[in-house]
């Protein structure tokens, strides 16, 4: 099983608006990660976790905060965004820093 | 700084006619060359790591290799369903990063 869930599909939300993305993986990864995907472009790396401690962060604004409550989960607080944060939305986990990434199908955030 | 560079960007087959798509690094320290698959709206489907020049990966009509400096990815007889954006990512041993080059737009046509 190689299954990266989250939730929701997709979210739209006003720029006042706080909202929360969810991640969750089962596969006993230490590693877990956020990718915010435009259109026609590439993953761009937003965060990263190993052992549930934030590792990476890509100097990503602060109306974005990344919560990581245990191994199995990864959060994404949203807060205050803008219509350009709209995206999709990717969480991805790895058994270590050194091996594959598996992603999930990702969250489709429309900020209005 | 790290830099993957993916060609063509674009690739337009007809169904059994074989290609290759090439990606090209430039990191500090090399801990894996992955490629994905990646369908409109979806996540990233993983395909294949490799670790060291010289290694290849083979499932089904894709072929993956490495040298120093590039990967390639082998399609042989591709079908329609194989049409999708390939991705390419390199992580740095130093940094632990993974990062994705832009991508090769495959369409394949009956």
């Known amino acids: 099983d190689t299954e990266v869930t989250q939730t929701p599909k997709h979210l739209v939300m006003g720029m006042t608006n706080k909202k929360s993305l969810k991640c969750e993986q089962h596969m006993g990864h230490r590693a877990m990660y956020w990718y915010k995907q435009k259109a026609k472009k590439p993953p761009e790396l937003m965060f990263v976790?190993?052992?549930?401690?934030?590792?990476i962060n890509e100097s990503v604004p602060s109306r974005f905060s990344p919560e990581c409550p245990n191994s199995s989960l990864l959060n994404l607080h949203l807060h205050a965004l803008q219509p350009e944060d709209s995206a999709l939305y990717l969480c991805?986990?790895?058994?270590?820093?050194?091996?594959?990434?598996?992603f999930g199908q990702g969250t489709r955030l429309t900020v209005v | 700084e790290d830099q993957v560079t993916q060609s063509p960007e674009a690739l337009r087959l007809q169904e059994g006619e074989s290609s290759s798509l090439n990606c090209s690094y430039t990191?500090?320290?090399?801990?894996?060359l992955f490629w994905y698959r990646q369908d409109p709206g979806k996540g990233p489907e993983f395909l294949f790591t490799l670790y060291s020049a010289g290694e290849e990966k083979e499932k089904e009509r894709l072929k993956a290799t490495l040298t120093k400096k590039e990967s390639f990815l082998h399609i042989t007889a591709p079908k329609p369903e194989d049409s999708a954006t390939y991705l390419c990512?390199?992580?740095?041993?130093?940094?632990?990063?993974?990062?994705f080059g832009t991508g090769t737009r495959l369409q394949v046509f009956p």
């Open positions: 976790y190993s052992y549930e401690k934030l590792s």
């Open positions: 991805a986990s790895s058994r270590s820093l050194n091996t594959e990434a598996f």
């Open positions: 990512a390199v992580r740095n041993y130093n940094t632990d990063k993974l990062i």
């Open positions: 990191v500090s320290g090399l801990r894996g």
